[in-house]
């Protein structure tokens, strides 16, 4: 059975306390590193917090070491990954990590350059970092091995969209008829207007991380209206979509009656703008 999330680890040995900050109930919002202040700078200890609030407490050794901070928005994952370890003696040992998220900022913690050996990960699974992993070695104040973990490979995602204001709308004027009724008799000419038309209404929304991850999904949420008596107007719906930006088209019918007197030509134009549809009559002397 696959396992929630994985560990990305370095090479080092598998001796000492495994502690592992890991929840697969939120990714990771912030973690802190402490960085050795003389020597290389290799990670000594980490603690982590995620997007729900919850924070697991620091492990490691921070005695005499400089604390640095990693800070993930919400929705950023790793596209690329390193983890490094170096040599001491004959013991190898975890001594930092360098990754590239999906809006191209890369993260460069620990020590990374000079003697030191890299495993590269070339399967990210997600991506999407979840917590992090060590062994801690009390003996000699490192991390023997270590990590950041990932969640694994999404197979599909729900998305529920639940929009604070409402986007901006496409609205524009229609141009729905322009009709020219002429008449040349001598009694008044009666006309019924009756005229069925479509319009189409588009709400389109940025979109959300969840669709760059490649793998189907479902959105829930707000489904736009538009209709020939009030503006435009959300309501909250479980209708399924499948991507953020929504298309709605409203149908119905206009009719007027009107007459045309004997030797007068009208002209008629109605438009929809902004929510109501407005009749124009032109009258011209035949």
């Not at 050795?36 to 290799?42: D, E, F, L, P, W």
């Not at 990670?43 to 917090?49: E, H, L, M, P, R």
């Not at 930092?96 to 990210?124: D, F, M, P």
């Not at 998305?159 to 709308?169: C, H, V």
């Amino acid at each position: 059975m696959a396992t929630p999330w994985v560990w990305l680890n370095s090479r080092g040995p598998n001796e000492g306390e495994c502690v592992t900050a890991v929840t697969a109930d939120a990714p990771v919002s912030k973690m802190c590193f402490w960085e050795r202040s003389t020597g290389a700078k290799i990670i000594t200890a980490f603690n982590v917090t995620w997007a729900n609030g919850k924070e697991w407490p620091t492990y490691g050794y921070t005695h005499g070491a400089t604390k640095v901070e990693l800070e993930l928005k919400y929705g950023e994952f790793f596209k690329e990954v390193a983890i490094y370890s170096n040599t001491e003696g004959r013991t190898e040992y975890f001594s930092g990590w360098k990754g590239t998220t999906n809006i191209g900022r890369e993260v460069n913690i620990g020590y990374t350059q000079g003697y030191v050996c890299s495993a590269y990960h070339r399967t990210l699974y997600s991506g999407l970092c979840v917590g992090f992993q060590a062994r801690l070695s009390r003996k000699k104040s490192v991390l023997n091995k270590g990590g950041i973990v990932v969640l694994n490979h999404l197979e599909h995602v729900v998305i529920r969209m639940n929009y604070l204001s409402q986007p901006k709308a496409e609205i524009q004027s229609v141009l729905v008829d322009d009709t020219t009724d002429e008449n040349d008799g001598e009694t008044p000419l009666r006309v019924e207007w009756i005229k069925p038309i479509e319009l189409t209404h588009k709400i389109s929304t940025r979109k959300t991380w969840v669709e760059e991850l490649d793998v189907t999904k479902t959105v829930f949420g707000k489904i736009f209206g538009i209709s020939h008596e009030d503006s435009t107007t959300y309501t909250v719906s479980e209708d399924i979509s499948q991507s953020t930006s929504y298309s709605r088209t409203t149908s119905t019918i206009l009719s007027r009656s009107y007459e045309v007197p004997p030797g007068r030509k009208y002209r008629m134009t109605t438009t929809y703008s902004r929510g109501t549809f407005k009749s124009n009559s032109v009258h011209n002397t035949f």
